[in-house]
């Protein structure tokens, strides 16, 4: 009976692992296609948006000195805006795409000290409360440290908003399994529901007034360049943890 209970649990425990294992290489594939037709559609509006900067230029200096005033704000504004799409397809491009990274071997928990300190002022000023479990064995990874504390901050700041002031307890947790260095970031704020919960990666999708919904697109972006895994579970009205695994090194 006992042989059978045992069985039934290490197959439980296959079965759970083989999950994750197949939600990482699809949320893998779902990147790496989001960064193909993000190429595409830069592609696509970039080439009509150059003719329309060469025209917008070429009419600015035909009717030079003798523009009305109204011609000219209007022009002004289509160089604006058109600035401004160029600069947001630019923003998509680098949130979606994997950059040459500069190596160092650094302590886990001394990366989430140092990212922490990003944000010391906000976390006094919403008097938010943070609880640290950190492996008292080193847990070394070796990361682009830039690259990696902004993937870090974004998760971080993104717990910050979501928590009430003064009622916010940011737990960081650190510890090591199976050759793998895993940071885990968990709030204590409303949760995200199911349907949010698959789109939180997405670019563009935020749940924020002000939000430009590229944080944790390019959080994710970082992991995957890193050949780690960044994962998330959350319930409405019980916070929400990410996990981060990067290869010990």
Known sequence: MKTSIKKLKKRIADLDKANKELMQMRSAEKFEATGRIARTIAHEIRNPLTNIN????????????????????????IHRNSDRINLLITDLLNSTKFS???????PANMLLDQTLELVKDRMLLNRIQVVRHYSEAECRISVDLQRMKIALLNVIVNALEAMEQGDGVLELRTYAAGGKCFLVIRDNG????ENALSKVFEPYYTSKVAGAGLGLTTTQN??????????????????????????SS
């Open 190 to 193: 409303p949760g995200i529901d």
């Open 100 to 106: 040459d990274l500069r190596y160092q071997e650094v």
């Open 222 to 247: 970082i992991i995957l360049n890193h050949h780690g895994v960044i994962s998330l579970e959350s319930k409405k009205g019980e916070g929400a943890r990410f996990t981060i695994e990067l290869e």
């Open 54 to 77: 060469l025209a917008v230029e070429q009419l600015q200096s035909e009717l030079d000195g003798n523009t009305v005033g109204s011609s000219e704000q209007l022009l002004g504004m």
